[in-house]
């Protein structure tokens, strides 16, 4: 996904928060940027520039990729694919 | 973090430069299995070295913890120049465990030679390259994707069994957007078998596969090949259905082993209360939730179960 496109998908997030309940590292660590809601927030930061905040590091490396929080999202975002968009962001300085 | 994250990527692409295999350790573990089988042809069974590979994840994932790969900060730091170490290292799975990956590997070729399917096998099999991909190295998956490629078309290779779910989704939906006019048939050892019976008795509950059931569409193929087989399943929507299966925290294991390990505490307390027997589809999966049940679950893989 194209830089572009990861963020008109990650502002189409209506911040319901559905997605939180499946994310396996949400429930692991209880902390809103282990989430897709949060990981969306940070995916936003990464792609303006803001890849080395700490935590926006630290939540978009620890996606497990697991699509669960997309079978529930009730605006179908590709969570995913904005997620590894920004990680590339991050990871290649692109 | 972000240094070690760097140190990772170096320390794989490093290793898969030399040896086409991500960690340091003997080749011959990844070819033991094969013999008496026949060498090449135009369709093979490719195992990518997983199922021989994941045991060494876990042992390679106590090295980095140890070198503090999980604190972050100024330890991340250390555990980066440690990573450069680590490369010369030789990992050896435990003897048990290797008898295990073996095990699998034979019954799925058995139980294919059994359904009518002609294959060869390829000794010096390079490894896909998937962790590359999923960590989110895409530039560096994409050269090494071709490598893999070329080695295939220069062995006659046509069409390629895998067998387990890793491999299978960056071969058939990965390799096609990277690797110009791939034109490989890929399959899951799945889509040919025919259980005619099953090795363990009483009811299971499944471990989904994040990939096989959530980009794969195989969500319902291993769930009939047990029925076929006899076997009983648990099933509650909250714990084994589409979305709520949860992963295994493999993922992110080499990034941070601790997040990892609740995610897989986690999902065994939920399997557990299905059932004591875990049924699992990918070596990564068994790996981790054997590692996080040990005492609560026995964790078999798919291939051990169906006869
Ligand atoms: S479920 Fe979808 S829309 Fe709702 S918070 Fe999550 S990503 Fe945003
Ligand atoms: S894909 Fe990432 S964000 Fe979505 S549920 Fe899985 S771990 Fe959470």
């Known amino acids: ?30 902390a809103r940027h282990y989430g897709p809601r949060g990981r969306l927030a940070m995916a ?45 962001a991050i990871y290649e300085g692109a | 973090m972000e240094d070690w994250i760097r140190a ?6 490093e290793e898969l430069k030399r040896s086409k295999f991500p960690l340091p350790a003997d080749r011959s573990i990844c070819s033991k299995w094969m013999e008496g089988m026949a060498e090449g042809g135009r369709r093979i069974l490719y195992t990518s070295c997983m199922y021989q590979l994941a045991p060494l994840i876990d ?28 490369g010369r290292l030789v990992l050896r799975p435990d003897e048990e465990r290797l008898r295990w990956a073996e095990g699998v590997l034979k019954n799925i070729a058995a139980m294919l030679k059994r359904a009518g399917v002609e294959f060869g096998v390829l ?21 090494y994707a071709k490598s893999v490629y070329a080695y295939f078309k220069e062995k006659g290779v046509e069409e390629v069994i895998t067998v387990d779910p890793h491999t299978y989704h960056v071969l058939s939906q990965i390799y096609p957007k990277y690797v110009d006019g791939f034109d490989l048939k890929v399959y899951s050892y799945m889509d040919f078998v025919k259980p005619a ?13 994040c990939l096989y059931a959530r980009y794969l569409g195989k969500y319902d193929v291993y769930r009939r ?10 099933e509650d929507p909250y714990v084994t259905g589409r979305a709520y299966s949860g992963c295994c925290g493999g993922p992110i294991e080499s990034v941070r082993p601790d997040v990892s390990a609740e995610v897989a505490k986690l999902r065994v307390q939920q399997l557990a209360k299905l059932s004591e027997v875990v049924v699992t589809e990918c070596p990564i999966c068994y790996v981790n939730l054997s590692k996080a049940g040990r005492g609560v679950v026995k964790v078999y893989d798919l291939a051990e179960v169906l006869a």
Do not use: Q
Not at chain 1, 62 to 79: D, G, K, M, N, Q
Not at chain 2, 8 to 13: G, K
Not at chain 2, 198 to 209: E, L
Not at chain 2, 225 to 234: I, K, N
């Open chain 1, 1 to 30: 996904m194209r830089p572009e496109e990861a963020r008109a998908e990650a502002g189409r997030c209506a911040r319901c928060g559905f997605c939180e309940a499946v994310c396996p590292t949400y429930n692991a660590v209880r």
């Open chain 1, 44 to 88: 936003l930061m990464a792609l303006d520039g803001m890849a080395h905040d700490r935590y926006v590091v630290e939540s978009l490396a620890t996606c497990l990729r697991c699509r669960a929080c997309e079978l529930v999202c009730p605006a179908s975002i590709r969570i995913v694919d904005v997620i590894a968009a920004a990680r590339s």
């Open chain 2, 8 to 13: 990772l990527r170096e320390l794989i692409v």
């Open chain 2, 59 to 86: 042992k390679a994932v106590d090295l980095l913890r140890a070198m503090g790969a999980s604190s972050g900060g100024a330890r991340a730091r250390l555990a980066a120049v440690g990573a450069k170490a680590f």
């Open chain 2, 123 to 143: 000794r010096d099999e390079p490894y896909s390259g998937a962790l590359l991909y999923e960590l989110g190295f895409e530039r560096d998956f994409a050269e």
């Open chain 2, 197 to 209: 019976g099953a090795r363990i008795r009483g009811r299971v509950v499944v471990h989904d596969s």
């Open chain 2, 225 to 234: 090949l047990l029925d076929e087989a006899g076997v009983e399943r648990a």
